[in-house]
């Protein structure tokens, strides 16, 4: 498990959001461990001529030391993805963007991607104001008392000026 952690944090800091990682997956059977990073840009993972895969299997090696296999797999729809959603905004909130036209924005696109539900919640010291607090915003229906209901959860954190703001979403798929 500790292991696993691992794997997950040098992943995350070596691609970073430029990759737009989603997830880190990782399947152990009999001497083997089989890494499969979902991403919505595999060329970035990639890099040109493999050069990024190959630093990255050198790391991985050096920190599990043990027989292992790499997979890269594209995200067909970053914008009905919590994860990514959650990273994308996170960034616009650190390039100064007005933060409710971000998420509102940003909800419309998700629920304009096809998923049935989509709620953001941002919270911190939105604009630079002195009292932090919560501000969200939620398209269509996100069941969250239902428990076979298909609902992804991402975080993020904006490193601003004033401080860290967080941001949460949900994205209800059926």
Same mark, same amino acid.
């Given at each position: 498990?500790?292991?696993?952690?691992?794997?997950?944090?040098?992943?995350?800091?070596?691609?970073?959001?430029?990759?737009?990682?989603?997830?880190? %997956? @990782?399947?152990?059977?009999?001497?083997?461990? +089989?890494?499969?990073?979902?991403?919505?840009?595999?060329?970035? $993972?990639? *890099? !040109?001529?493999?050069?990024?895969?190959?630093?990255?299997?050198?790391?991985?090696?050096?920190?599990?030391?043990?027989?292992?296999?790499?997979?890269?797999?594209?995200?067909?729809?970053?914008?009905?993805?919590?994860?990514?959603?959650?990273?994308?905004?996170?960034?616009?909130?650190?390039?100064?963007?007005?933060?409710?036209? %971000? @998420?509102?924005?940003?909800?419309?696109?998700? +629920?304009?991607?096809?998923?049935?539900?989509?709620?953001?919640? $941002?919270? *911190? !010291?939105?604009?630079?104001?002195?009292?932090?607090?919560?501000?969200?915003?939620?398209?269509?229906?996100?069941?969250?008392?239902?428990?076979?209901?298909?609902?992804?959860?991402?975080?993020?954190?904006?490193?601003?000026?004033?401080?860290?703001?967080?941001?949460?979403?949900?994205?209800?798929?059926?």
């Amino acid at each position: 498990l500790i292991a696993d952690i691992k794997i997950r944090d040098l992943v995350s800091k070596k691609l970073g959001f430029r990759a737009g990682v989603a997830s880190v %997956v @990782i399947e152990r059977s009999t001497g083997q461990l +089989i890494v499969t990073i979902n991403t919505s840009k595999p060329g970035v $993972v990639i *890099g !040109r001529g493999g050069v990024g895969v190959e630093a990255l299997k050198k790391d991985l090696k050096k920190l599990t030391g043990e027989e292992f296999k790499l997979n890269i797999e594209e995200v067909k729809s970053p914008e009905a993805h919590a994860q990514l959603i959650a990273e994308n905004v996170a960034s616009q909130l650190e390039r100064r963007m007005a933060f409710r036209r %971000v @998420i509102k924005g940003t909800v419309d696109n998700a +629920i304009k991607s096809g998923v049935l539900g989509a709620k953001i919640t $941002v919270s *911190g !010291r939105l604009n630079g104001a002195e009292m932090a607090r919560r501000e969200s915003a939620s398209q269509g229906s996100i069941p969250l008392h239902t428990i076979k209901a298909n609902i992804q959860y991402g975080t993020a954190r904006a490193q601003t000026t004033y401080g860290i703001i967080g941001v949460k979403v949900w994205v209800y798929k059926g």
